[in-house]
Nanobody
Framework: QVQLAESGGGLVQSGGSLRLSCASS????????MGWYRQAPEKQRELVAT???????NYRDSVKGRFTISRDVAKKTLYLDMTTLTPEDTAVYYC???????WGQGTQVTVSS
């Protein structure tokens, strides 16, 4: 069974940057879509970004131009580079293989104003 483990979260000031990593227990080279999601307190989980096996990416409007999703197949790792962070980005961030309903445990990102 695939296991995903996120890391890289933390506390950052508004305008700062973070890089989230998601290590997979198995090869990700043939996984059609992987994604990052987030859930803020008292809000529903929402899609942040996805990347396909062909490298096509998709982002929610509020993070376009600020966040970049990427993957390193050799390292079996998915990344989310986040820049120009705002307090509205504060949430627990999860990586996922949606088609297999596989989720990591999440990593907390807190942006202070």
């Amino acid at each position: 069974q695939v296991q995903l483990a996120e890391s890289g979260g933390g506390l950052v000031q508004s305008g700062g940057s973070l890089r989230l990593s998601c290590a997979s227990s198995v090869s990700i080279g043939s996984i059609y879509i992987m994604g990052w999601y987030r859930q803020a307190p008292e809000k529903q989980r929402e899609l942040v970004a996805t990347i396909t096996v062909n490298g096509y990416t998709n982002y929610r409007d509020s993070v376009k131009g600020r966040f970049t999703i990427s993957r390193d197949v050799a390292k079996k790792t998915l990344y989310l580079d986040m820049t120009t962070l705002t307090p509205e980005d504060t949430a627990v961030y999860y990586c996922s293989i949606p088609a297999q309903n596989v989720w990591g445990q999440g990593t907390q990102v807190t942006v202070s104003s």
